[in-house]
Every structure is written in structure tokens, then in C-alpha cells.
């Protein structure tokens, strides 16, 4: 299959370079640097939040994962409502919302009050994340400027990812925890000014009138919130308890509820028919497998350097650098492959990439630290290339007033299938490891044990992961052979 131009034909009405686009691009890229950073650093602060407003351990797994489950379960909502009424002002609104809930911190006194705060802040992200993708589509005429413009978007929130947890614990040798969370504030203003100025008013003519689908909205929120809840309670509360059993089950239900009313709704807030179309189905494809395998992988190996092998949190830090640097350093390389290769030969390889990453750990991660690097290395070299391309591909093949809720399908299907991947693994290592993982000195039994184990969740999340890569490819092949017997 050869590789198709990346290149567009330029309409001649956007900007010619990711410079004439600076203000923009600096606005879009400050949101993408919030949802990277912040519970990256806040994770750093849970410890001294916890001993200053006596929370409970379940109260401090809230403070971050209220966030967690508020902005995946309303980001298909909000895009719909981007879509019909104009994402630039409904990110300005968000941006809005979260600069005055980051101002609520100083306030704060009680964890219910933070767990408050971080689910209105999480409400501000799913207004603004995947409007950032949909902006910086629709901001350029070329496919090429619009991987680069989501290589150096994703480049700056990788910098906050990597050096948040540093950052975080060097301040709170100097100020109080809430310092943590007030930084958001200079980072919207940063991102309002930039939008204001290099991003021009919502046109009509590229929104839709279509009514909104709310009960929709509220099923479509209903699935994803209990989607990422289940897996979290399998990892916590263990497969013998029913609690996430029933939770399971809810969002089955609450899928197939929304399926049908997707299919029956005169105007569905998501359009079945779009997300099957080649690229965009395939786009998805890719990011599900990259979600599961780096889901995987980033608890398996944080659990083996710190657990298994012993290490302090800081050398395991240090133990992920290899990850680090490839995230960072490699965004440089993103353009110069795609054009060397096209951008859906571009999206299956580094999709692959990710998934051997995975492959390479479950098979030897038991031969000793160096074969973990290579793990980390090849995963993250995918995931810097997946992470644009995959997207570029669903929005451009979506309508242009279906961008939107397009750059929320493929954020939702990061966020689920990441979580789904702790999951697995976590229910497998619960099955096969006998007494408590958390507790220190593991026998020998248990580091044997956790090898198994490892190995097992590490190459079924393997297997599912390849097969939708596979799926994926065999979409874009199946697609493409009708169009060149037409062309005959």
C-alpha cells in the first residue's frame, strides 16, 4: 500500500506557517499544559494535603479522581455542545471556570471542599481539552501543519508531564500545597489572551443547528463515568467484591441504552454512521490499543521498580527517564516521519510501536532493568507519533462541524481504555498473587508470583491491543480497494 501525501491542497484562507499562528498556538497549547500537569504535580502533594486537612486515604483518591472521572464523562457532551453553539466560546467559558475554581483553592478547608473544587475543575477540562484539538484542526488547511501544530501542542504538555512531579515537590519545600493548584490561574489567562487573539470568532456556518441530544448527553456521560469507575473498583476493592461487578454491569447496560438511542434519535449527539467511517473508526482503533497497552504498562512497571525490586520513589522516577526523554526529544522526528511514510502508514507504526513496547516488557521484564528501558523507550516513541496522527485522521474524517465531538471521541477513548487497562492488570495480579501487593519484603514465592503475572496481563493486553491495530489496518485496506477499483 503505498503511502499517501500527508499534504492537503492549501485553500489559502489559513495561516502558511505554524508562526503566523503563534497567539493561537500558544493559547491551545497552555490548556494542553494544564491537563498534563495537573495531577502530575498534584500527585507529588497528596501526602502533605492529606496531614493538613486530615483526609482520608479514600478522601485523597477522590481529590484526584473526581477530576479523573468528571472530565471523561462529560467530554462527548461538551463537544456536542462545541459543535452547535461555537468551540471558541465554550473553551473561553471553560478557560473561565477554570481559572476562578483554581482561585477557590486558597480557600479551601476541608477534602470535601477540595474533591468540590477538583470536580469543577474537572467540568472546566472536558469544556477546553478537546476543543484544543479541534482548534488547531481547523486553524490550518494542511494536513502536515496540522500534525505539526499537535506535535508541538502535545510537546509543551509533555514538558509539564515530566517536570511536574519535580517542580511539585520543590515547591512545597517553600509554600503551602495550594500553591500547586493556583498556578492554573496564570496558565488560563495565558491561554485566554492567546485564543482572543489568534483565534477568530465561532463562523455559523461551520457550527450546526441540530437540536441537542440530552438524554443522550446524559447516557453517553452515564457510560463513560461508570466505565472509568469499574475499573478502579476491580483494581481497589478486588474481584470478590460485587461492587464492581454491579458497577460493570451499569456501564454494559448504559452502553447499549446509548447505542439505541443513538440509532433511533433524529438528531443523535453522536452520529454512528460518522464513527464508522474507515478513518475514523481506525483512528480510534489506534488510540484504544496505545490506551490499553500504556495503561498496562505504566502500572505494571511502576509496581516492579518500587515493589518488587524495592526502589525509592525517586530512583523509580529516575527509572522512567528513558520514557522521558523520548516523549520530549522525539517530537522533532514526528513531521520528517509522517512525510517520509504518510500519515495513515504513520498512524498503524507507531500505533505498533506502542503495543511491542508492551510485548517487549511481558516478555522480559524478568532479564533485568535494561529490557524495561527498551519497553519505555519503544512505547513512548510510538505514543509521540500516535498521539497527532491518530487524531488528525478521525477529525479529517469527520465534517467540519462534527470536529469537536470527533477530538472528544478520540480523548474518551484514551481515558476508558487506559483505565481498562489498569484493570485488567490489576484483576490479574489480584488473582495470581497471593496476600496484600502493597506489603514491603515480598517473599520469594510473591516475586515469583508478580513474574507471572506481569507476563500474563502484560501479553493479553498484548493481544487485544495488536488485534485492533490489526482491525484497524484491515478498515483502511478494505476502504481504500473499493476506491481504487473505481478509480480502474
Known sequence: MSAPSTDRPATGTGPQSLRDAWPALAGLAAVFLFEMLDNSILNVALPTIGHDLRASTTALQWVTGAYSVVFGGLMLAFGAIADRFGRRRVMLVGLTLLGVASLATAFVGSAAQLIGVRVVMGVAAAMTTPGSMALAFRLFDSDRLRVRALTLISTIGMIGLAFGPTAGGLVLAVAPWQVLLLVNVPIAVLAILGIRAGITR??????????????????????????????????????????????????????????????????????LKLVARPLVSSGLAYKAAAGLATGGLGYLVTLQLQLAWGWTPTLAALGLLPQVIVLLAGGRFVDPFVQRVGIERAAWLSAAAVVLGLAVYAVMNSHGYVWIAVALAIEAAGMRVVGAVAGVNVLRGLPKNRSTIGAALVDTATEVTSAVGIAVTGTILAALFTGSIATPHWSVQQSGQFQSAATVSGLSLTFVAAALVGWAVNRMRGAAQPAEAGAA
Not at 463515568?225 to 456501564?251: H, I, K, Q, Y
Open 202 to 271: 465561532d463562523d455559523a456556518a461551520g457550527l450546526h443547528r441540530d437540536p441537542v441530544d440530552w438524554p443522550g448527553a446524559i447516557l453517553g456521560t452515564a457510560t463513560v463515568v461508570l466505565a472509568l469507575l469499574s475499573p478502579t473498583l476491580f483494581v481497589d476493592e478486588g474481584t470478590g467484591s460485587p461492587l464492581p461487578w454491579l458497577t460493570a454491569g451499569a456501564a454494559l447496560a448504559a452502553v447499549v441504552l446509548f447505542v439505541r438511542r443513538q440509532l433511533s434519535a433524529r438528531h443523535p449527539l453522536l452520529d
